[in-house]
Every structure is written in structure tokens, then in C-alpha cells.
């Protein structure tokens, strides 16, 4: 059984960082990336960032350059997104996800994930 769970949501100030985790189970890195997603209230699911684990390749959108980092123990099969220099537009609630690493070009597409974990908060105040 595919499970993702996030962890790390919370409330911060603009300006302020939090680290986001993915704990993966049931997917391996040899086959699968993992991305973050976000949906801000009445917004559309938006693509952040993608890893694929097996060669180290990263992927943003252009929102979040500069500012997020994501990273991944491949060991212990946890994904991170590392958040500084938040903003209150980035508040929402955000989503890991697993793709198979064959449509990989697709990472930005939310229907070309398999699995998705169960979201995590996090707000921005301004």
C-alpha cells in the first residue's frame, strides 16, 4: 500500500521559513519522483516543486525559485521542501505527490499523479 504523509505545516510571519516533510512508503525513488503541490483557498491545485531522487534532478515553478528548496533522503525515503522568504501569497494548503518517473516532463500536471498524501497547512501572515 502507497502512503504519503506530510508534516511540518504551521503558521509563520512574511519573511519567515518551515521546512515541509514527506514520509513515503510503499513507492520507490527508482521509479517514482515526488512533488509538491498547493491549493490557496479558491484557487486552482498548483504545481511547486518536483524531485527525482535517482539521478538528483529538481524542478519549481517560477513562484517559488530562489525561495524553496526541495531535497530528499533517499534512506529513509523522506522528501523535503525547505520554505524561506514566505509571503502571504503562499499560504495554502500543501499536497507531496508520487509520478511515475516515465511522464516525469509532466511533473507541473496534478492527473499524472499516482498518489497523494493527505495535505498540510501552512499559513503566512502578513
Known amino acids: 500500500e502507497v502512503q504519503l504523509v506530510e508534516s511540518g505545516g504551521g503558521f509563520v510571519q512574511t519573511g519567515g521559513s518551515l521546512r515541509l516533510s514527506c514520509a513515503a512508503s510503499?513507492?520507490?525513488?527508482?521509479?517514482?519522483?515526488i512533488g509538491w503541490f498547493r491549493r490557496a483557498p479558491g484557487k486552482e491545485r498548483e504545481a511547486v516543486s518536483c524531485i527525482s531522487s535517482s539521478d538528483g534532478n529538481t524542478y519549481y515553478a517560477d513562484s517559488v525559485k530562489g525561495r524553496f528548496t526541495i531535497s530528499s533522503d533517499n534512506a529513509k525515503n523522506l522528501v523535503y521542501l525547505q520554505m524561506n522568504s514566505l509571503k502571504p501569497e503562499d499560504t495554502a494548503v500543501y499536497y507531496c505527490?508520487?509520478?511515475?518517473?516515465?511522464?516525469?516532463?509532466?511533473?507541473?500536471?496534478?492527473?499524472?499523479?499516482?498518489?497523494w498524501g493527505q495535505g498540510t497547512q501552512v499559513t503566512v501572515s502578513s
Open positions: 505527490a508520487a509520478i511515475r518517473l516515465t511522464v516525469l516532463r509532466l511533473w507541473v500536471i496534478p492527473y499524472e499523479y499516482n498518489h
Open positions: 510503499g513507492v520507490t525513488f527508482d521509479d517514482y519522483a
